[in-house]
């Protein structure tokens, strides 16, 4: 199949499920109301709660839901073929995460900017709403260290990637500074200044790496794995306003822009996809994901398709930035679907790849021996990569490499593999870095909720030693985890755990619905994708419990997907009893009614 086929196809279903099925779930199932003050608004401090130009606010959330999972996920799932991953990223992202999203920031708008947690608490009970609370913070503590160890396998021992990566920082302080004391409301001059700097030090990078000065930008990945929880602490403490909103911004655009380089590269070279539709791993006993299409296909592209995490930005960081209700058709369906697009281009990538090349960069060459296959081009691409990139399992590699091979066969960039390979992982990086400094700072949202519970006083505080405490705690909390773990414990229960709070965020949204409009079948909008991630996640933790973390004496991954697995069941029961509870009342009401017209 030829990828062009493939990319126009989904960039035509996507922008029509945003035009019609989007405006349907803001209308209709929402009914947003510009009208209606935000809490940005009623309750600006200039420190968290802050009305914000709505592309600035898109770009802040595009930036901070698109991690790893997009990337990662379906080069990973590409092992499958690339039909069932393709399938799903579309289907998945339009029916079920493009809805989850906007029902979660909405919700939270509606509750003044609260967490998922207090949101379940008014909507469900206080018992869905404690145990959400205790269930959001390891989920989000899981999280971060997953896409936390994705970076730090794309930059160790890379000082272009690095430098890159850490020029965003003051770039974004001095963009922020501009927008918000030097020139306010300029964001036009802001943009422009911001996005010359960043092509500046992605210029930069090759030259630093070749200089005597590379030394301060070569990492292990021990010092990587301390870093990434100190700028998470960093980004987590300062003013939203200064560090957090800027930089993804500003990332938004090199994320956006890469991407759609990407598909006019695509659009040039039209290359053939070199993976089968469907490969025999469908079955189960794959080199990479062991178990069968279903339930791991869905986990594994997570992101991509539907995403808890989105729900924890979605109910922390955003929904304290927009401005107008009317915005969130475009920050938060929007936004998903821009997300699967990039999971689709990602996909794109990986498959272009022979198979024999795919496979023996995504798994240890002691396994790839096993296989049978043969290399088509990777000592080639090794060579003009400048690194060899065989047994680099993980997935950014073979997206990378992908992704260079793409650009470089673009008729004037020939020669330039070694240049787009870098700056692919340069891409990812910066992909899952804005990631990590939202999901910090929501975090630290969140474990102040959970600590309100106990002591009131805490939840309502403006103390800027307690944001700086309870930043630290929360970044030392996943920086342990990340410290400790590798890939192969981490990513799956990051995946197990990531779809199960799109559950429960899914089921806590369904109540709201029915509660709201009424109407069951609205309420169905969600209802119906909860049941199906509900059972496929809790499907995909047994298995990886059993199969998987108990083998090898994985103690502590066993307890957490364990745990998370209980906790949702929990709240998804509560959930629809409070759900049958609202109908059976609305049905009586109705019946009332009709009598009394008679």
Not at 228 to 246: E, M, Q, R, S
Not at 400 to 426: C, D, E, N, R, T
Request: overall charge positive; some cysteine.
């Amino acid at each position: 199949m030829n990828a062009l086929t493939l990319i126009v196809a989904s960039a035509l279903i996507l922008m029509l499920s945003y035009r019609f099925y989007g405006a349907f779930i803001a209308a209709k199932v929402l009914t947003l109301d510009s009208s209606v003050l935000t809490p940005s608004v009623r309750m600006e401090d200039g420190q968290d709660y802050v009305p914000t130009n709505k592309w600035v606010v898109f770009g802040h959330h595009f930036a901070a839901i698109a991690g790893a999972g997009p990337l990662v996920g379906p080069v990973l799932a590409a092992q499958f073929g690339y039909l069932p991953g393709a399938l799903w990223i579309l289907i998945g992202a339009v029916l079920g995460g493009a809805v989850h999203d906007a029902v979660v920031l909405f919700a939270s708008v509606r509750h003044d900017g609260k967490s998922l947690s207090d949101i379940a608490k008014e909507e469900v009970g206080p018992i869905t709403g404690f145990i959400t609370g205790i269930a959001i913070l390891f989920i989000i503590t899981i999280t971060m260290a997953g896409l936390a160890m994705v970076i730090v396998n794309a930059l160790y021992k890379n000082s272009w990637g690095v430098f890159t990566i850490s020029m965003t920082i003051p770039i974004a302080i001095f963009v922020g500074i501009y927008m918000r004391k030097l020139r306010p409301g300029k964001l036009g001059e802001a943009s422009v200044i911001g996005v010359v700097l960043i092509l500046l030090a992605v210029a930069l990078g090759p030259v630093i790496k070749d200089s005597p000065f590379a030394f301060l930008f070569f990492y292990d990945v021990k010092t990587l794995e301390i870093i990434l929880p100190v700028y998470g602490f960093v980004a987590a403490a300062l003013p939203v306003w200064l560090l957090l909103a800027p930089r993804d911004y500003l990332s938004s655009y090199m994320k956006i822009g890469t991407i759609a380089a990407l598909a006019l590269g695509i659009v040039f070279v039209h290359p053939q996809l070199q993976m089968p539709a469907i490969t025999q791993f469908v079955h189960g006993g794959g080199p990479i994901i062991n178990g069968k299409v279903w339930p791991f296909l869905f986990i594994t592209i997570a992101c991509g398709a539907v995403s808890g995490f989105h729900a924890l930005i979605a109910s922390g960081t955003t929904p304290k930035m927009v401005k107008d209700e009317g915005d969130i058709k475009l920050i938060g369906y929007g936004g998903m679907i821009m997300e699967a697009f990039v999971a689709m281009m990602a996909l794109i990538a990986a498959t272009v790849l022979a198979p024999g090349d795919y496979f023996a960069i995504n798994t240890a060459p002691s396994v790839f021996a096993h296989l049978g296959m043969q290399v088509k081009d990777l000592p080639i691409l090794s060579q003009l990569v400048g690194e060899n990139i065989a047994g680099r399992p993980g997935g950014a590699v073979s997206l990378a490499v992908g992704m260079a091979h793409i650009f470089s066969s673009i008729p004037g960039l020939k020669g330039l593999m070694a240049y787009w390979y870098q700056f692919a992982i340069m891409f990812e990086a910066l992909f899952i870095l804005t990631t990590i400094d939202a999901g910090t700072r929501v975090a630290r949202y969140i474990a102040q909720d959970f600590l309100g519970l106990m002591f009131k006083p805490l939840k309502n505080s403006k103390s800027i030693v307690l944001s700086i405490v309870l930043s630290a705690l929360v970044s030392f909390a996943w920086g342990y985890l990340l410290f400790g773990g590798d890939i192969a414990t981490i990513w799956p229960i990051f995946g197990v755990s990531n779809q199960l709070l799109a559950t429960l965020a899914m089921a806590i949204g369904s109540n709201m619905i029915l509660r709201r409009t009424k109407k069951l079948s609205y309420a169905m909008t969600t209802f119906l994708p909860m049941l199906f991630m509900g059972v496929t996640s809790s499907a995909a933790g047994y298995l990886t419990i059993v199969n998987t973390y108990i083998p090898k004496h994985q103690t502590l991954p066993a307890v957490l997907a364990g745990l998370m697995i209980i906790l949702a069941a929990i709240i998804v029961v509560d959930s629809i009893r409070k759900l049958l509870q609202t109908y059976s009342s609305l049905s009586s009401n109705a019946q009332v009614e009709k009598f009394a017209a008679k």
